[in-house]
């Protein structure tokens, strides 16, 4: 099947400090792929659509200067969090998808803490 | 964007079948009902996808009405490993589907 992979797989930063998550898939070319966010014992909440070559997609109430994304590659995305303070502390997920109805798969997910 | 109500939560026991239903009243006619699980701290992990009628894997059966106002995913003989939450979304696009609060399952010995 399909693999997806993040890292790191958990990362902890200072406040004000920017870190940055990669999210690859490894045996497929993904021509989007979609970035949630997960607060402890809540659902995920999708954050952003991004299509290979182009600017991402923000939900509603996501900021997009604040959390950056780059899909440069058909492989590869990363989700940047840019000054990140401590309410930013999540979990991370990406999933990606080969064409348009595809399904999409999931990466593992990267537990980011800011202290 | 459709939205979906699932049970909170749910309680099993080991070797029983499992039927968690979702109902989605506003569901488009370009939508599928795709099942997900999620274990503490991992991914969703994609179970099974249906349109209508009846799909099967080798995981789990997805039972939906000819209405498709609401869809039920069946697993047969639950273990103590299947204890997780479960996701039904209902759209044409990921962008277009949203994540609800889930079912989560509880298998007991």
């Known amino acids: 099947g399909a693999v997806v992979s993040q890292h790191p797989s958990r990362v902890i930063c200072k406040s004000g400090t920017s870190v940055k998550i990669e999210c690859r898939s490894l045996?497929?070319?993904?021509?989007?792929m979609f970035w949630y966010r997960q607060f402890p014992k809540k659902s995920l909440m999708l954050m952003a659509t991004?299509?290979?070559?182009?600017?991402?997609?923000?939900e509603q109430g996501v900021e997009k200067d604040k959390f950056l994304i780059n899909h440069a590659s058909l492989t590869l995305s990363t989700l940047t969090v840019t000054s990140a303070h401590p309410e930013d502390s999540s979990f991370y997920i990406c999933?990606?998808?080969?064409?348009?109805?595809?399904?999409?798969?999931f990466g593992p997910g990267t537990r980011l803490t800011v202290t | 964007l459709a939205k979906t109500t699932q049970p909170i939560s749910m309680d099993s026991y080991e070797g029983q079948e499992v039927n968690i239903t979702c109902s989605h009243n506003?569901?488009?006619?370009?939508?599928?009902i795709t099942w997900y699980q999620q274990f503490p701290s991992q991914g969703p992990r994609f179970i099974i996808q249906?349109?209508?009628t009846k799909v099967t894997n080798e995981v789990a059966s997805l039972f939906i009405p000819a209405d498709r106002k609401s869809s039920t995913l069946s697993l047969p003989r639950v273990s103590l490993s299947d204890t997780a939450v479960y996701y039904c979304?209902?759209?044409?696009?990921?962008?277009?589907?949203?994540f609800g609060a889930g079912t989560r399952l509880t298998v007991k010995p």
């Open positions: 045996d497929f070319q993904a021509t989007t």
């Open positions: 249906g349109y209508k």
């Open positions: 999933s990606a998808r080969r064409t348009q109805h595809d399904e999409q798969y």
């Open positions: 506003n569901i488009a006619t370009n939508d599928y």
């Open positions: 991004s299509n290979e070559g182009s600017k991402a997609t923000y």
């Open positions: 979304l209902v759209g044409d696009e990921p962008s277009d589907m949203r």
